[in-house]
């Protein structure tokens, strides 16, 4: 097919599946051509075929070296992320990267300065800015409606915790987890995050204190513009996925609520009851993904700044540093404390 | 206490015994003087002493000989209404009766010719025009904001259904239910109903089938102003008492949800719950029998206008004949079709 | 691509072409090999092209005749409904038809008699019983968690009135636009109506009276099981397409609101204020649509019963029948009433 | 009138005449004998008259010498209460109290040690525990529904800040506006605060700056059972009153949505708006005022435990010391670094 945006994909694990199928299905200018994934497998095989994606392969310098490929998306472990962002820059493909970038504010301000040389786009996967809901309040808070902001509310809760396995690599719940809502409270606030306090708590899984983490924690953001937030977290809430943001300023508040499969209330003598919210990030953010990857082609298609650049990815790394900081020595933390290397 | 309006109440069950307590804690300008009750007993002499009521009688006509008293409270049987209405009358008191004031056509014009002749005023209890909620649509359509009322719906469903021994004497679902509506519907579409098609069942209890009743029924209304309504009624809601008023019109709808107990809703396993309906009208509308009297006071103190005249109880009663026409005979019946003796 | 269903669709209008990419992007199983439509146009050409359709013909006979294909989408105008229906059933092709089946039902008693002599499948686009808030009513309803249903409450608005070129040609409110709340109305009462009585006014354009129809309307019906239902449909809702079914049972209600493009609450000065409905029926629809060609072809693969009959088309037919019979007589009409030829 | 607890109320402003007339209409088995205020005017007089008080005075003494009165409710400024409360209980009478009791934990001691020396009771004025929404959470947490409670999230906003000359000498925010969450946290947390972390900010009036005060404030609380607590305050939401409370645990969550004056929904082309909450705590606690005197006469009546002890009044004296100690020096701090003289 001519004219197609030719897409290489690095990490074919869930993720990377739902970018290809999305891509497939929903961005007619891009062509998925190669999947790459250093454990290829049948099952990988059969997938990609299913999709008529014609090649794969378990080496990603293949996709670097294809000269009809110009995007890739980086959907592989992140300790691969910022090795790849710089691979893929020198090969001048643009890139889509899943977050976080990387661990490590140094790993990420090289693999940032690659991308510079390059000139290339690259987009980081906070996909919660495309969720209808947040964008919604986005575009409320940015058309002046509420006035200036003043006060931040977010509330992040997962329905059950990851496996201890994954807590003990993922950086822990201010890198893995909160770090969405670090993305969605600079982008809503519409400023940067000058000074984080941060308290945690085990009191969901003990496990999770053994692997040195917290499964429960409240963090209180200052921002350059003089707005404040609060953001809570907790690994498990029974009653699923808990996604809300408020925006509070001068003009007034904005808020989002929950997402719920119907809109059915079922009276009866046991109360008045609706469905429980979207149970996790599949369903609560399936179109969101869609929206990410559009916009990313968009973005490059007319040559448009990424509306989450790596900047975003290595500022909301830095809050997450803070906040881990601010944990560990029960204090408020400056974000100028965070060495940039 | 001099310059208060002093009144009688005839009638100290329920509901006269709600209007006495509300004259008494929320009507500073009122003084309740007698309480008269054909059946008296100790414990109403003990409840009125309680509520710092001087007399009790067994005769009503004490209250009417009394000059002091200008104001009468009817809340006695249905069938005595009509004739304490028009002794009142005679004996120049201003008039509150209870709804309905009489199953018959020919004794409710009786009862509003001596009133027309002694030119007190009565306000007929149609309660429902005072709760806030319905209060709040009502001035929605007035004020034009809704535009031209076109669709006006309304839901009316019990808890659980009277004795089989009322509904034998109350003239039936239409008339000691869905009459509330009727009032309703006329008071939200700001005219009168000239048709009436009404469609009946008996799907909560046989009995009430015996009873030559139904316990289920769906109206539909036509309004001179062209505007149609459908109201259903269920003598029956599991989850509680179910009064819901929606107002459709060329500028929009207003609709007015039910009333809880509290607004917290209950996140868990089981779904996210809310408190069922308040449970009945005694809690319902609570303040709406406060509010109907604090205005009958209102009109008496300051010589303006009832809110709820004797012609509205006429006109809704005549509704209600209608409807019980039009189920006997299974067809759509105009309201001119009921004789007016 | 072996083994995939082959699938002609005729009638490239809005609704063909919606389904034809439904089934391209979402029904990995099928395969659209053809596309028919009376009037091609260079620009459905395109689109064909576009999605890989390979095919495109003025002449649906050509679908009829192609032995790969075993799937016939009938999209085109109502009137050629029944005779495409009839050829598709003597080719043996399985039938997807649009709704109505056709305005009389003599022509639709003649096709289903195809159909049947054929022995092929045949779902007619009752597209609303796929949707996610009536399917959860439905699942209440059907698992008994709300009892025996009693009242079956429909709402069912339009954002404004359609050409009145199409009012004339339509069938009239009563077959284009409440046929689907009858259809509504059995799916969720799970019993046939018995009968009707409609109510209707002219109270949104006065050229839709001119056009011999109504824009406004209340229904009530009656079901084999004993249980009613009311219907009421404007064709101008100033505030967006308004959706909502109610069924209220022995055990509970189940109560379905609109959808909305998001869940954002702005609270300012001016109140606190949520998004309107989804704007039409292609907004609030869109996962039905999918839904719906999903279960259809799903029936197939497995020789399952289709979930919207031929029968269900016809008897939503009938009803909508004796409605306008009904409000052209201005008395209720029996189901029995509707000459079967 | 024999048999009843005889009242005197030391202070008529707007809070002392709230509670006398919620004692005439409301607690039948009370009386109000006398109102005292040192700066007594005609107004009060009459206001008292009206109410059917008996004897009005400038000299509170008068009150502690009667021996008819058996309790006091002292409503008069923060300064005087400490020192009415050691007088009051020295004359054995029980005492509600207004909250602050004091802004010195100093006075606070003093006062409680008068109080437990006398074995009176004394209930603190803190009202919203009495509010419809809020206990109904505290009854889900209580009974175990919502499991162990891990976070408890308060907002409270006022409509607009009180006059700088009242920011001058209340104490501040923490003090005079947040020391209400304070309480309502412990009330729900059903668990004492040992760390507070504040945070303010002045974003909506100079002035209050000026005035050596925050207007805008976010509070991360540590509660001794181990959950985290976050508090927002602000003292202008331009759409009202803005009050709940939301406690998150380990079986799930209960939140209270603010109070409106409707239900009603109105859909129009702006959107589907509903009312702003209540405008300010007269309207939102109206019952809560009723309730908690009611309460307190229970527990005098019945001899029972108040249920806002003098001790909740000093522990929400010291969090509120805290919180401001923390502001000042941008960290966290231990309830323990309080001194308790």
Same mark, same amino acid.
């Given at each position: 097919m001519k004219g197609k945006i030719s897409v290489g994909i690095i990490g074919a694990g869930r993720i990377g599946k739902i970018h290809a199928s999305n891509i497939v299905y929903f961005i007619p200018e891009a062509k998925v051509v190669t999947v790459a994934d250093v454990n290829m497998t049948p099952e990988i095989e059969t997938w990609a075929k299913g999709l008529g994606i014609a090649q794969v392969t378990k080496n990603p310098d293949e996709i670097f070296a *294809?000269?009809?490929?110009?995007v890739v998306l980086i959907c592989s472990s992140t300790d691969t992320h910022a090795d790849l962002i710089i691979k893929a820059a020198k090969a001048k493909k643009n890139i889509f990267c899943e977050?976080?970038? *990387? !661990?490590t504010v140094k790993k990420v301000v090289a693999a940032l300065k690659a991308v510079k040389e390059s000139g290339v786009k690259v987009q980081v996967? =906070?996909? #919660? #800015? =495309?969720d209808h809901n947040f964008a919604r309040v986005h575009d409320l808070v940015k058309s002046g409606t509420i006035g200036d902001p003043q006060i931040i509310k977010i509330t992040s809760r997962d329905p059950a915790p990851p496996p201890i396995s994954y807590v003990a690599v993922s950086g822990g719940l201010f890198l893995d987890m909160m770090i969405h809502d670090f993305d969605m409270a600079r982008f809503q606030a519409g400023s940067e995050v000058v000074e984080v306090y941060a308290k945690g708590a085990c !009191?969901? *899984?003990p496990a999770i204190g053994k692997a040195g983490d917290v499964d429960t924690a409240i963090v209180t953001l200052t921002f350059a513009n003089g707005a404040l937030g609060t953001i809570d977290n907790s690994r498990k809430a029974v009653y699923g996925y808990d996604q809300r943001v408020e925006v509070f300023g001068s003009k007034g508040a904005a808020a989002a609520e929950n997402d719920a499969p119907s809109t059915v209330k079922l009276s009866s003598e046991a109360g008045v009851c609706s469905d429980k919210p979207l149970h996790f990030f599949l369903e609560r953010y399936k179109d969101a993904y869609i929206n990410e990857v559009r916009a990313f082609f968009d973005a490059i298609a007319h040559d448009k700044e990424v509306q989450v650049s790596g900047e975003d990815g290595l500022r909301n790394l830095i809050v997450g540093l803070a906040a881990k900081k601010s944990l560990a020595e029960g204090r408020p933390v400056k974000i100028s404390e965070v060495p940039l290397e």
């Open positions: *294809d000269p009809e490929i110009s977050k976080p970038v *990387d !661990l996967g =906070f996909n #919660r #800015r =495309f !009191l969901v *899984d």
